[in-house]
């Protein structure tokens, strides 16, 4: 059974930080590019960050830069973002994403709630 677990979500002050994880299971970890999404009521999912197979190519919101870091451990099958001095405007609901190198599939997680706030 194929799955994505997000954790570590939570509330948390402004200028605060959060690490969060995605752990996969059910299918090979290192032949899928990673995601991070976020989402808010009433508005699109979007796209925070994502990281290829190796961990070579990384990408990230202009919204987002210089304060996440997107990394994985293929050993660990696990994708994490470090997010540093939070702002009210990250609150969401956070998912990772899966991709395989082919681009035939994708999966997605459950979300994971991040509320940033005094």
Not at 40 to 54: C, F, Q
Not at 80 to 86: I, K, R, T
Request: aromatic content about 12%; proline content about 3%.
């Amino acid at each position: 059974q194929r799955q994505l677990v997000e954790s570590g979500g939570g509330l948390v002050q402004p200028g605060g930080s959060l690490r969060l994880s995605c752990a996969v299971s059910g299918f090979t970890f290192s032949s899928y590019a990673m995601s991070w999404y976020r989402q808010v009521p009433g508005k699109e999912r979007e796209l925070v960050a994502s990281i290829n197979l190796y961990g070579s190519q990384i990408n990230y919101a202009d919204s987002v830069k210089g304060r996440f870091t997107i990394s994985r451990d293929n050993a660990k099958s696990t994708v994490y973002l470090q997010m540093n001095s939070l702002k009210p405007e990250d609150t969401a609901v956070y998912y990772c994403k899966a991709v395989h190198f082919t681009n035939i599939h994708s999966y997605w997680g459950q979300g994971t709630q991040v509320t940033v706030s005094s």
